[in-house]
């Protein structure tokens, strides 16, 4: 009878492969895969460099469509060092987020939001031109 013990171990450890390769496919999967993208337009409230293990930049963007209204607050994530700086940079202005989300990041160490931040862009102040309350004559 030859070494079972031996056996097992090879088995157990053929498993534990598989299963590490399986979760690092996944993983590529999700974050190269985008559930959706589009562009976002408001004003950075907070904006923060946080994580004990995996740094990353995690924000809060106000997205005010009327002044006067309540704003919709819109958290994302930035992994990359130059975007987050290009947001530092515009705080206090307003501002177009272009987002990618992906769903099923399976730890936050890639982020704590679904949605990654791959470019930023200072937009103009909506302007308000008022109408007059009475039809100018002729």
């Known amino acids: 009878m030859e070494n079972v013990g031996g056996k097992v171990i090879k088995v157990l450890a053929a498993i534990m492969a598989i299963a590490v390769l399986l979760f690092i496919a996944y993983t590529w999967l999700v974050l190269s895969w985008s559930y959706s993208s589009g562009e976002r337009a408001g004003y950075i409230q907070k904006f923060s460099h946080k994580g004990l293990l995996c740094k990353t930049w995690e924000g809060e963007m106000a997205l005010v469509s009327m002044p006067g209204t309540v704003a919709e607050k819109f958290?994302?994530?930035?992994?990359?060092?130059?975007?987050?700086?290009?947001?530092?940079?515009?705080?206090?202005?307003?501002?177009?987020?272009?987002?990618?989300?992906?769903?099923?990041?399976?730890?936050?160490?890639?982020?704590?939001?679904?949605?990654?931040?791959?470019?930023?862009?200072?937009?103009?102040?909506?302007?308000?031109?008022?109408?007059?309350?009475?039809?100018?004559?002729?």
């Open 75 to 138: 958290y994302f994530t930035v992994r990359d060092d130059q975007i987050a700086k290009q947001i530092n940079e515009s705080i206090g202005k307003r501002v177009a987020l272009s987002y990618e989300q992906h769903i099923g990041v399976p730890s936050s160490c890639f982020g704590d939001t679904q949605y990654f931040i791959g470019a930023i862009r200072v937009v103009e102040e909506p302007g308000f031109v008022p109408k007059p309350a009475v039809p100018a004559s002729k």
